[in-house]
């Protein structure tokens, strides 16, 4: 009885989870007519399947828009932005877990807390100021600028990760490492980082997944030179909403996190993360 | 190798001024090259403490510590050159047996052909030769702790080789055998060695010197024969031999020694015996059966007796206070509860408020 519950209850949820992006695929291949006159749900039965949608979207004929420059941008700032925030992110949480730094009542837990707090502030707060200090760099719609904007709000979540992760690596790796003659920086990257795969690749996902969804700053802060995938796929909204194409385009944008995920999960459920417990 | 000088080392975790909390109370000592010494206490006594401040993983609060004549309070850990063992086995676990042992080689930039031939050569001696190519992480404690052992001894110039209670998590059996392998050694490096450990078989097997330890203080430092001869306290006593040297308190009466109304001598010269809680110490070992009265001997009352192979525990009271006795098991059980117990003069010694006189 139990078990049946259970069932239920994931199929359920799973169908609830599922349904949207169900619909994001099947209605991407969906002709105008299949869209507009009520929901329709199953392919050849209820709709004949056109790549009227995929056609728009991507380089031919047909294309009223290309997405392949906003996904190289896409990919670029975020690649960027999660190398920046991983290399000194995790040197920074490394540095808080085993070292202790104060100055006054302040020590390490209160800059935790200070790099965590950074992601409280709603973005909108910044949208100005970023603006304005962008300007002054002349970083206005270029890569970097949009790079150093967006690991602003990756690393903190590298830091918050990565201080727990190191903290429950035994003391004693590096402590030895220093004894046979390494310096902290020598001890940090041939005895802890390579223990350090699974924390790394969780925080690595994290911010890949931040990075290539973030629309508000690639929207206030860039937008004609360096367009991101987003911002494009916003901006494909018009008077009479082309639903077809929207959904294209979002299964578009999401099938390189995908394909992500499945080498992720393949790599996390190798045991790596097993080894990282003592 | 090298001669390690105390000046005046102390050290207090969370900088307290009041020094009765500290980890490690003042202390002054010098540990000669080549010997091997035994830190010896119960947990908490400040045993890691002092080899923390050695390898330099712990800053001192105060005092400066000596390699030979250079002053190296404040040289980092990486370039003091200690080796060190820890409680539990420390690998890289990234890395195989054959890089692991040659980790410290590397990080001091050896050639790779003396890399390959030192790291052989150390686990020919370990017996650790056909594991080299194995993952380190794939390994049991006792292996892993003689990779540890192992990565301490493959530098050929360490100023010590510090040990904090190695054996601790190994099994009996790996226990003797390592053991060995490690007395062996220290034999063949003439190292200095600083092993530190709650087992007193342990320290007493491995160590030239003993220090026993208690709350952060160097209570008593010798051989340990010194230590079992002639403890200078009754923590000593107690915490030195198996079972723990007896006390019986004693009372003075014009300059001479009497427990309860027997008159006792001992080996400690009269001291000043006014106003202090006045005890004797002896051996269990040294205790003999008295088959009629005489100088020393004291009545007692058998309770019970522990058998401990080639020896038994005699398990006495006498005038209200225990007296363990060990006897051989050759010489039998006496007969009957009341005993006459000798207490040679010149193993009995005279302590003053815990403190030999």
Redesign the interface.
């Known amino acids: 009885m139990y078990k049946v519950l259970k069932a239920t209850f994931i199929t359920i949820w799973s169908l609830f989870v599922l349904f949207p992006i169900m619909w994001a695929i099947t209605t991407s291949f969906k002709p105008e007519s299949a869209v507009v006159n009520g929901a329709t749900f199953i392919p050849f039965l209820e709709f004949q399947p056109s790549l009227i949608g995929w056609k728009a979207i991507l380089p031919g004929p047909d294309s009223i828009t290309n997405l392949i420059t906003p996904t190289l941008n896409s990919f670029i700032v975020t690649a960027g932005a999660t190398a920046i925030s991983l290399i000194f992110g995790s040197l920074a949480a490394y540095g808080l877990s085993r070292f202790t730094y104060g100055w006054k009542n302040y020590s390490n837990a209160d800059i935790i807390f200070f790099f965590v707090s950074q992601r409280i502030m709603p973005p909108v707060v910044l949208a100005i100021p970023f603006f304005l200090l962008l300007k002054e760099l002349k970083l206005l719609d270029t890569h970097l600028g949009l790079i150093l904007v967006l690991t602003s709000g990756l690393m903190p979540i590298v830091v918050w990760l990565m201080v727990d992760f190191f903290n429950a690596l035994?003391r004693?790796?590096d402590?030895?490492?220093?004894?046979?003659?390494?310096?902290p920086i020598?001890a940090f990257f041939?005895?802890i980082l390579?223990?350090s795969k699974p924390g790394l690749t969780v925080a690595g996902m994290f911010c890949v997944i931040f990075g290539w969804n973030d629309v508000f700053f690639a929207l206030t802060l860039t937008a004609t030179k360096v367009l991101t995938l987003p911002v494009a796929v916003i901006a494909l909204n018009g008077t009479v909403t082309p639903y077809w194409i929207l959904a294209a385009s979002t299964v578009f944008s999401i099938i390189p996190l995908v394909g992500l995920a499945f080498v992720i999960e393949r790599f996390l459920s190798r045991g790596n993360l097993g080894?990282a417990v003592r | 190798m090298a001669k390690i000088t105390l000046s005046n080392i102390g050290h207090s975790y969370n900088k307290d001024k009041d020094q009765s909390t500290w980890a490690l109370k003042p202390l002054d000592m010098v540990w000669e090259s080549g010997k091997t010494y035994a830190l010896l206490g119960p947990s908490g006594c400040g045993k890691t403490t002092i080899l923390n401040t050695i390898s330099g993983l712990v800053t001192p609060y105060q005092g400066r510590l000596l390699f030979d004549d250079q002053d190296v309070t404040d040289i980092p850990t990486a370039q003091r050159n200690i080796a060190q063992v820890f409680q539990f086995p420390t690998i890289y676990r990234s890395m195989s047996v054959y890089e692991n042992l040659s980790f410290p080689l590397v990080c001091r930039g050896w050639k790779a052909e003396k890399i390959k031939a030192r790291v052989h050569e150390i686990a020919e001696i370990l017996d650790i030769t056909d594991k080299l190519g194995r993952s380190a992480v794939k390994l049991g404690a006792d292996e892993k702790q003689l990779i540890s052992l192992g990565r301490g001894l493959v530098r050929d110039d360490v100023s010590a080789l510090l040990m904090d209670e190695p054996l601790t998590v190994i099994d009996p059996q790996s226990k003797f055998e390592l053991r060995k392998k490690i007395k062996a050694i220290n034999k063949i490096n003439n190292l200095t060695v600083i092993y530190v450990t709650h087992d007193q078989y342990e320290a007493m097997t491995f160590a030239d010197e003993l220090l026993v330890m208690s709350f952060g203080e160097v209570i008593q430092r010798g051989t340990p024969e010194q230590l079992f001869e002639k403890p200078n306290s009754k923590y000593v006593g107690n915490f030195i031999g198996s079972p723990a040297m007896n006390f019986l308190p004693v009372e003075a009466k014009s300059n001479e020694i009497y427990f309860g109304s027997t008159k006792l001598k001992t080996g400690s010269a009269n001291a000043q015996t006014q106003g202090k809680a006045m005890e004797v110490g002896i051996r269990p070992e040294y205790i003999s059966l008295a088959t009629g009265a005489g100088e020393n001997v004291i009545e007692a009352e058998l309770l019970g007796h522990d058998d401990l192979g080639s020896v038994r525990v005699l398990k006495c009271v006498s005038g209200g206070f225990p007296i363990s006795v060990k006897i051989p098991r050759s010489q039998g059980l006496p007969a009957g509860k009341s005993l006459l117990l000798k207490l040679p003069a010149e193993k009995t010694w005279l302590y003053q408020d815990g403190h030999l006189a």
Do not use: F, K, V, Y
């Open positions: 035994p004693e790796i402590e030895m490492a220093m004894l046979e003659g390494c310096n020598q041939r005895t390579p223990l080894g």
